[in-house]
């Protein structure tokens, strides 16, 4: 049977440390005493409707869910080591927001958090917003589906990664990433994916400066670029584009189909480069 902790505020060290099987909703984390850790080592646990306003809140925490909360920027480094957890309706604007999880889905969030997701695996994430200048650096096996993101320096070296239905505005996403796939979604950003391994975009809309350069088993389905010059620049690519492409520069293996290209650079080249390029029939419009 569950225990119930309601309507009860806490702010020392390890307030409700090792606690399993409680419910526990609108509380306060927050005081005077300014206690750490005030959830560690718990499990079996559901949080409803409580503030966090307390360094390292939830770690090693497993089987846990966490809804309409807030965790603001003095809740630094709130969850992490924990497993099996759901977070869902929650206002998260604390630092280091999840680090070193397993299994934990996301939804329905409005996140602002810095190193955001880093080393983490299995990870669904929905229906959100979210700003962070490093997202899911170095984690596996995580699936997006609609979200808005403003970021920076996104999915580094993440593996086996799915996003579809989102909006990503950031710089240097996906460098070093392997086996991903984004579809019906808009990347906006510069040097997108370079030294990439498997990626590919389908139904994209792409847009930025110098894409795509120096990746491995490239993939570009129905894609739309804008604003694209230098694009492809050492790369393996397979690439069908509707509409123009700036320019391409020096791609290395494959083929490039688009529409139109402004121009295309072959000089200088450090490699041998031998990808076909082809200027395709514009579709008709009815």
Request: charged fraction near 25%.
């Amino acid at each position: 049977m569950q225990k119930e902790i309601a309507n009860k505020t806490f702010d020392n060290e390890r307030a409700l440390y090792n606690i399993e099987d409680t419910d526990i909703h609108n509380c306060i984390f927050a005081g005077a005493a300014d206690g750490e850790s005030v959830l560690k080592e718990c499990k079996n646990y559901t949080v409803n409707n409580c503030k966090f306003s307390l360094r390292y809140p939830m770690w090693h925490a497993k089987d846990f869910s966490i809804n309409a909360s807030s965790l603001d920027e003095k809740a630094r480094a709130p969850i992490w080591y924990c497993n099996n957890g759901k977070i869902s309706n929650c206002e998260i604007t604390s630092i280091k927001c999840l680090r070193e999880c397993n299994d934990i889905q996301i939804n329905r969030c409005n996140i602002s958090s810095e190193e955001f997701g880093w080393k983490c695996n299995n990870i669904n994430f929905s229906d959100s917003n979210i700003i962070a200048k490093y997202i899911f650096f170095d984690s596996k096996n995580i699936f997006i589906n609609n979200i808005n993101m403003t970021g920076k320096y996104s999915f580094q070296y993440v593996e086996n990664m799915h996003i579809q239905n989102s909006k990503l505005d950031t710089k240097d996403a996906f460098w070093h990433s392997k086996n991903i796939t984004v579809e019906n979604s808009r990347l906006k950003g510069e040097y997108l994916g370079w030294f990439s391994e498997n990626l590919t975009l389908i139904n994209c809309k792409i847009i930025g400066t110098q894409p795509l350069c120096y990746c491995q088993n490239l993939t570009l389905k129905n894609c739309i670029m804008e604003k694209t010059d230098l694009s492809f620049e050492y790369s393996d690519v397979k690439a069908d584009i509707t509409g123009r492409i700036d320019s391409v520069k020096n791609p290395k293996s494959g083929i490039i189909k688009a529409e139109s290209i402004g121009e295309i650079i072959l000089e200088n080249q450090t490699i041998p480069c031998n990808c076909k390029i082809e200027i395709k029939e514009k579709e008709n419009c009815v």
